[in-house]
């Protein structure tokens, strides 16, 4: 009877605790806003997340490594994406316009391939190229539930299927130095990045002023679909 009411003492908590991040994930998985036009846009979340170093094949082969890529630059977002996504698609035109915007001023960003093969990736992008540095995790469909892609992204309440675009945004001054894990802490956005949303904050990590144009979330907002 005591081994019993021991048991139940030592799982409780951990029962708690999973309700707990159960019912924190739903609750991010229901920010998500569909558009009519099929905009797929969620906001900024800041959340405890043990996001770990990693080292893929760039698309000309050459590996790159996250940790030594992110030194010397004060804001990092890494974009995991499907290249056939049309989701992807409409962010990828966001994303070129803040590259453009503040990598001279501290922003990097770097893409990572998902469920799509790297020459889809390389066809997306055309003859001129990525203007930021593209990687390789996986390239198969089929492997959707086995990357760490998948793992984080349900970690923070992303239930969608395939999960592009999904966007983490690292800051290296706070960065873990050696060891498997990079941050504890990161903020996300579990599908599109609502573009005032996220150059705001953009802003305020680089430390420039903030624009005088107020935030606006994207219009004709539809309820998310399953």
Not at 74 to 95: I, S
Request: charged share 20%; with cysteine.
């Amino acid at each position: 009877m005591k081994r019993k009411r021991w048991i139940q003492l030592i799982w409780l908590p951990v029962l708690a605790w999973v309700s707990l991040a159960y019912v924190s994930a739903s609750a991010l998985n229901t920010a998500l806003k569909v558009t009519e036009d099929g905009h797929e846009y969620a906001p900024l979340q800041t959340v405890r997340l043990c996001y770990k170093d990693w080292t893929y094949p760039g698309l000309d082969g050459k590996p790159i490594n996250l940790r030594t890529w992110m030194q010397g630059k004060k804001l990092v977002l890494v974009v995991y994406f499907a290249p056939w996504c049309g989701n992807w698609r409409y962010e990828a035109e966001v994303l070129l316009r803040l590259h453009a915007k503040y990598q001279p001023h501290g922003l990097g960003i770097i893409a990572v391939n998902e469920y799509g093969t790297a020459d889809e990736a390389k066809a997306f992008f055309g003859e001129a190229g990525a203007p930021y540095p593209v990687v390789v995790e996986s390239e198969d469909r089929s492997r959707i539930g086995e990357t760490s892609h998948a793992l984080y992204r349900r970690m923070t309440g992303d239930f969608r299927t395939y999960g592009s675009p999904y966007n983490i945004f690292l800051e290296p001054a706070a960065v873990i130095e050696t060891g498997e894990v990079l941050a504890e802490q990161v903020t996300v956005a579990n599908g599109e990045l609502i573009e005032a949303e996220a150059e705001a904050f953009i802003r305020e990590k680089l430390g420039l002023p903030a624009v005088s144009t107020p935030t606006v979330v994207p219009s004709q907002l539809a309820a998310p679909t399953p």
